[in-house]
C-alpha cells in the first residue's frame, strides 16, 4: 500500500511529540516498517505521471475534424463541439467526454487560438509617485502685455489619490 503525505506528515508530528515509532505508526494507520523508512529518508519521493493511461477517445477525430473547425470559429465552446460529434456519430461519443474535450479545446486555444492580451497589474501606493505632463497647445495664441508667449501646459497629478 503507499503512503500519502498525510499519513507521512501525521507520523512525523506524533514521533517529534516523543510518541514511540510503533504507536505513531499505529496512529497514521501505516506499518512499524514504513516509519523506519521514513525516518531513515528511504521513502521513494512521488513522482508525477507523464505517460496517459489510456487511449484518446478523441484521436479519430481530434485533427481531422474539430482542429479544422476550432481554426475557422475559435469561438465554437468545447460542449458544442461534443454536441456536434454526438450528432454526427450518436452513441459513439457519451457526454462522460465532456471534460476531456474541454481539456483538448483549452489546451488547443492556449497553444494554436488567438493571441492573448497580457495585462501587468499596476500597484499605486500613497505618496510614492507622481505624473507630470507638458503640453504645446496647438492653436491657441497667449499674449502678455501685447507680446507673443511661447509656452507649454504642464500639469502634475499624484499616482494614487489623483490629485492635480
Known amino acids: 500500500m503507499t503512503l500519502n503525505t498525510s499519513q507521512v506528515s501525521y507520523y512525523i508530528t506524533q514521533r517529534k511529540k516523543g ?17 523506519r523508512r521514513i525516518e531513515k529518508g528511504q521513502r521513494a519521493k512521488n513522482s508525477v505521471r507523464h505517460w496517459s493511461t489510456r487511449k484518446d477517445p478523441l484521436e479519430a477525430v481530434w485533427d481531422s475534424m474539430l482542429v479544422p473547425l476550432l481554426k475557422e470559429r475559435p469561438v465554437l465552446t468545447p460542449t458544442t463541439l461534443l454536441e ?10 457519451p457526454n462522460s467526454f465532456r471534460r476531456t474535450m474541454q481539456r483538448r479545446g ?7 487560438g ?17 505624473l507630470l ?3 504645446k497647445l496647438k492653436g491657441v495664441v497667449v499674449t502678455i502685455a501685447g507680446k507673443l508667449l511661447v509656452h507649454m ?6 499616482e494614487w489619490s489623483h490629485w492635480s
Open 84 to 93: 456536434m460529434l454526438q450528432d454526427k456519430y450518436p452513441g459513439q461519443y
Open 153 to 158: 501646459l504642464y500639469n502634475f497629478r499624484l
Open 19 to 35: 510518541i514511540t515509532q510503533h504507536i505513531s505508526a499505529m496512529k497514521a494507520g501505516i506499518s512499524v516498517r514504513s516509519g
Open 114 to 130: 488567438a493571441e492573448q492580451e497580457v495585462m501587468f497589474r499596476q500597484w499605486h501606493q500613497p505618496g510614492l509617485r507622481g
Open 106 to 112: 483549452c489546451e488547443w486555444k492556449l497553444q494554436s
Open 133 to 135: 505632463d507638458f503640453t
